[in-house]
């Protein structure tokens, strides 16, 4: 007997529990946060000839900035940033490691991210979304060894030079970003660490068929963690 009253308690308080959640609505949520991390960018650089294929490695620079997050739904709302980005490209001189180039691009760029996560006090996360970048200052460095080759003027003809002594075209980047990471919920804010990758659109550098270069694209990898307080 009295194992069947307490069957019955339990079943009446797993009822009013469930009554409860179902009855309990979903409270959208802001959250307003600032951030900071590494980015390790490249240029790809195309020509319409193979043979004189300017390559390029990872530049680790840094970037920063604010951000707002809305909630709208359980599980989905977006993301609305505000950065200082460095970027750019380090040239890969693989018969000439003497040599060194490097050409810093810094922009101020918006990403407008979807936000999905998954879980409570400890979330999943996935941003994915468009971006856009305006270029706000560019500068460009070598070594001697590689001023010097280059004021010689015994270059070969298949050497690829037009990325020297010449700073961007296009001011405007735009392109698709997208990123995985966990956001920790504490008592004083939460705390979002991000692992993200830039794939862009559009070029440095002009484009068209009378152009040398038929591509020249940003492609950034970063890491970003960012603090963020409730605001309502």
């Given at each position: 007997m009295m194992k069947k009253q307490i069957f019955l308690l339990l079943i009446a308080a797993f009822c009013v529990t469930f009554l409860n959640a179902q009855k309990k609505k979903f409270e959208p949520e802001w959250t307003v946060g600032v951030g900071f991390g590494p980015t390790f960018s490249s240029v790809d650089f195309q020509r319409p000839v193979p043979s004189e294929r300017l390559r390029t490695k990872s530049s680790q620079q840094y970037f920063g900035?604010?951000?707002?997050?809305?909630?709208?739904?359980?599980?989905?709302?977006?993301?609305?940033?505000?950065?200082?980005?460095?970027?750019?490209?380090?040239?890969?001189f693989q018969d000439h490691p003497e040599y060194e180039h490097s050409h810093q691009l810094n922009y101020l760029e918006?990403?407008?991210l979807t936000h999905i996560y998954f879980g409570n006090k400890v979330r999943f996360i996935i941003n994915l979304g468009p971006k856009v970048g305006f270029l706000i200052s560019d500068s460009e460095k070598m070594?001697?060894?590689?001023?010097?080759?280059?004021?010689?003027?015994?270059?070969?003809?298949?050497?690829?030079?037009?990325?020297?002594?010449?700073?961007?075209?296009k001011k405007i980047d735009y392109g698709i970003m997208g990123g995985l990471g966990l956001e920790f919920k504490t008592g004083i804010g939460s705390f979002a660490l991000e692992g993200r990758y830039y794939f862009g659109l559009g070029d440095i550098y002009n484009n068209k068929k009378s152009d040398y270069f038929s591509r020249s694209a940003n492609r950034v990898i970063s890491a970003k963690l960012t603090y963020y307080v409730k605001l309502f």
């Amino acid at each position: 007997m009295m194992k069947k009253q307490i069957f019955l308690l339990l079943i009446a308080a797993f009822c009013v529990t469930f009554l409860n959640a179902q009855k309990k609505k979903f409270e959208p949520e802001w959250t307003v946060g600032v951030g900071f991390g590494p980015t390790f960018s490249s240029v790809d650089f195309q020509r319409p000839v193979p043979s004189e294929r300017l390559r390029t490695k990872s530049s680790q620079q840094y970037f920063g900035g604010i951000s707002i997050k809305y909630i709208s739904e359980k599980n989905l709302g977006f993301i609305a940033e505000l950065n200082y980005s460095q970027q750019g490209w380090e040239q890969f001189f693989q018969d000439h490691p003497e040599y060194e180039h490097s050409h810093q691009l810094n922009y101020l760029e918006l990403p407008i991210l979807t936000h999905i996560y998954f879980g409570n006090k400890v979330r999943f996360i996935i941003n994915l979304g468009p971006k856009v970048g305006f270029l706000i200052s560019d500068s460009e460095k070598m070594n001697n060894a590689l001023f010097e080759h280059l004021g010689s003027g015994d270059l070969p003809a298949n050497e690829v030079t037009h990325q020297y002594y010449r700073m961007a075209d296009k001011k405007i980047d735009y392109g698709i970003m997208g990123g995985l990471g966990l956001e920790f919920k504490t008592g004083i804010g939460s705390f979002a660490l991000e692992g993200r990758y830039y794939f862009g659109l559009g070029d440095i550098y002009n484009n068209k068929k009378s152009d040398y270069f038929s591509r020249s694209a940003n492609r950034v990898i970063s890491a970003k963690l960012t603090y963020y307080v409730k605001l309502f």
